[in-house]
């Protein structure tokens, strides 16, 4: 068995390229919130939502893709979405343009669905049975980097006085070497299953379940938390704290390095949460980790001293950090094993929460002070409502001893 494992070595080595890619290219909305509201003379509300229309990508596409994976493989599935991909950040840098953006947002999105969900059942199935938790996490890890980069990229392209797109030409490139890196390597045999009749009552039945709407409504607040901090950091630091005036040419570098420091400290905070979790319940580390994100906010938010600000930013990363792993691992350990796929196709379905809250965050704060200066303290109040209701996880959630029936 270990022998055959190893004959999928190059295929590891193309998955691993890809978590850096698509961290890349998810989490680089953050740095270029600012730039799309600047160039198209938009409120920050509207680039915010430009950024996050990826996501519903993700939200509508999870589901279609995994039954894809069924009939027509995973290999077909991952260059597929590599080529959709690939247009879609060629799209991104060749058109200009809200309305031209926003599609080529939402065409990278489904690129992107594809490839998460193809890839994660397929680390399992190509990796040794001893080192299939290490892959995982080391793959996590590089989702984390390539999330960490991206920011800096955006810099980089700035300092060799270029447009902000042309980070999307970098990523043009990139998406075309991970398309081929998928098209060569051997992949394992798959079989399909053909319970698709026991797969829709299954569904029907959890969709109809409190426990798992409640669920469903935990990742939806994360992922779209999240993200949504993340995309408003560099409106929030020049409006609350007008730091381009107050740093000059060197803001801009000091807003994309906290958004990269963001990512950093969630790729910190899931380094550490393995051994974190082995010594703390699961209940109760979501409820002491979310306080600790909101104690981080409110430091963020509040603080007139510009020093604290952009390290609480980071802070809170590493904090909300256990979050997704946590809910879906209590998700996945309330229902008995046959629902396992289903539970999870409708967790990854609820990531279009990332295209909602970010927005609502930044709509709120236009509607509470004005499109010219926004009212972040209040706008953020959307987010300290999210985390207060994943603080109820650990009051409500099951564990394995009492799985449903």
């Known amino acids: 068995m270990t022998k055959l494992k190893n004959n999928y070595f190059f295929l590891l080595i193309a998955l691993a390229f890809a978590y ?13 919130v600012p730039k799309i509201k600047e160039a198209y003379h938009v409120s920050g509300s509207a680039s915010s939502f430009l950024a996050s229309v990826f996501f519903i990508a993700y939200g509508l596409m999870s589901v279609p893709f995994g039954i894809l994976i069924n009939k027509a493989g995973s290999k077909f599935t991952l260059i597929f979405g590599s080529l959709i991909t690939t247009i879609g950040v060629f799209m991104f840098a060749s058109l200009p343009g809200y309305y031209a953006n926003m599609v080529a947002m939402f065409i990278c999105g489904i690129g992107i669905t594809a490839i998460q969900v193809s890839a994660n059942p397929l680390v399992k199935d190509v990796s040794n049975p001893e080192k299939y938790s290490r892959n995982l996490t080391l793959f996590m890890v590089l989702f984390g980097v390539g999330s960490y980069i991206a920011p800096h990229v955006v810099t980089f392209v700035k300092l060799r006085g270029l447009e902000w797109n042309y980070t999307y030409w970098i990523f043009t490139v990139v998406s075309i070497i991970m398309l081929f890196c998928f098209a060569f390597p051997k992949y394992p045999s798959e079989k399909t299953s053909g319970s698709e009749q026991k797969s829709e009552k299954s569904f029907t039945y959890l969709l109809k379940d409190p426990l798992m709407i409640m669920y ?9 938390v999240e993200v949504g901090v993340a995309n408003n950091i560099s409106l929030f630091l020049e409006d609350a704290h007008n730091i381009s005036n107050v740093l000059g040419t060197n803001a801009e570098g000091v807003k994309n390095s906290t958004i990269a420091n963001y990512w950093l400290g969630l790729l910190i905070g899931r380094l550490l949460g393995s051994f974190v979790l082995d010594k703390i319940p699961t209940k109760k580390a979501i409820q002491i980790y979310i306080s600790c994100a909101a104690i981080s906010l409110a430091c963020a938010i509040f603080s007139k001293n510009l020093n604290i600000v952009l390290f609480a930013f980071p802070a809170v990363g590493f904090f909300i950090s256990i979050m997704f792993p946590s809910i879906y691992g209590l998700a996945i350990d309330s229902y008995k094993k046959e629902y396992s796929g289903m539970v999870s196709g409708i967790l990854c379905t609820a990531i279009i929460g990332g295209a909602v809250v970010g927005p609502l965050i930044a709509k709120v704060a236009e509607i509470t002070g004005s499109i010219q200066k926004p009212n972040w303290y209040i706008g953020m109040m959307i987010a300290f409502a999210c985390y207060a209701y994943l603080f109820t996880i650990g009051i409500w959630a099951k564990g394995k001893h009492e799985a449903k029936k």
């Open 216 to 224: 469903t409504l935990a990742i939806f607040l994360y992922v779209g």
């Open 20 to 32: 850096l890619t698509f961290g890349a290219i998810t989490n680089v909305a953050g740095a270029i």
